[in-house]
């Protein structure tokens, strides 16, 4: 691990403004991502910015009848809180689905939300990544992609999105609150807050120079049967090969976003119409435009069978 130096903020503000004046800095809650690539050195940031205690570790009912969670609230608080498991029962499930109880208890909102989009040759600093140098070309394309992206992907990157909270965050319509540099707000839809490789996979999201994450609102309930259904190749502590999370309604109408196939959590609202016609329909609307690998194809039959298991479980 390379030497950095290091601070506590006083504010957000402060925090952002910090973050953007001084080159390399990193901000660190509970480290469960970042440290363990400090230790690879694969991220070698010269100073962290430590932002456990800005109060940022609330859950609180907003005007609307929705929630507003703090962006240091540990995925282990969020999953229990009761206003949760009752109204956003999908968020709670996809939660204790992630990681192990070890981590939860570290993890905050905003770190699992940042979470770097990667793949083992991210990891294998002997393996060209345009992630960690970017123009250097990726070792995943043309090599072991059985966990990799399908959907989405470019000719610069085809790792996914490892995070379970937000495909149910996406399904939900979350919105990011930021603080900026200047010391502005920013509200970012979840759908515009993850970015899509291009020919930049190095940029994953769509936060600015600087910008810290203070907070994550949910609209009021929308009701329904939630669902999250992660398939891995083991019980605990591994990503998922595809996960499906589900909203559905009394009518037949609903929600769907899945994990484990793209760069982002994926979800295409014009492909939810067709929940009435069935999985197949709503596979096929979602999964328009796929360039599966020889290694990660089966994945395209996984996705609408998990989804019509899902389906059958909510419809009773």
């Known amino acids: ?76 608080d969020l999953a229990a809180d009761s206003g949760v498991r009752r109204n956003y029962g999908l968020l709670s499930r996809a939660l204790l689905a992630g990681a192990s109880g070890q981590l939860r208890n570290k993890a905050t909102t905003a770190g699992n939300l940042l979470q770097r989009t990667r793949c083992p040759y991210f990891y294998d600093t002997n393996q060209p990544c345009n992630k960690r140098l970017p123009g250097s070309g990726c070792a995943a394309i043309g090599g072991y992609s059985r966990q990799l992206g399908m959907i989405g992907v470019s000719d610069a990157c085809i790792a996914t999105h490892p995070s379970d909270m937000a495909v149910a965050m996406r399904a939900l319509d979350a919105t990011v609150e930021t603080v900026k540099a200047d010391g502005s707000a920013r509200a970012i839809p979840i759908a515009e807050f993850h970015r899509l490789p291009g020919t930049t996979p190095h940029i994953e999201t769509a936060l600015e120079s600087g910008e810290l994450i203070t907070a994550v609102t949910l609209p009021k309930p929308i009701g329904g049967t939630h669902i999250y259904r992660k398939v891995r190749d083991r019980a605990s502590y591994a990503f998922a090969l595809v996960s499906v999370a589900v909203v559905v309604q009394r009518d037949g109408s609903g929600r769907v976003a899945i994990g484990g196939v793209a760069h982002k959590p994926w979800r295409v609202e014009a492909a939810e119409a067709l929940l009435p016609q069935g999985a197949k329909a709503v596979a096929a609307g979602l999964l328009d435009g796929a360039k599966p690998t020889h290694d990660n194809a089966f994945k395209l039959p996984l996705v609408e069978r998990t989804l019509g298991a899902v389906l059958a479980q909510a419809r009773g």
Do not use: C, Q
């Not at 950095?4 to 910090?18: D, I, K, L, N, V």
């Not at 480290?31 to 800005?54: A, S, Y």
């Not at 009912?61 to 240091?72: E, K, M, V």
């Open 1 to 76: 691990m390379k030497a950095f130096s290091y601070e506590r903020a006083g504010s957000p503000a402060e925090a952002a403004a910090a973050a953007a004046r001084i080159k390399g800095a990193r901000f660190i809650a509970g480290g469960t991502n970042l440290l363990d690539l400090m230790k690879l050195e694969i991220e070698t940031p010269t100073h962290l910015i430590d932002v456990n205690r800005l109060g940022l570790d609330k859950i609180e009912r907003t005007p609307d009848g929705g929630l507003r969670i703090g962006a240091l609230v540990s995925n282990t």
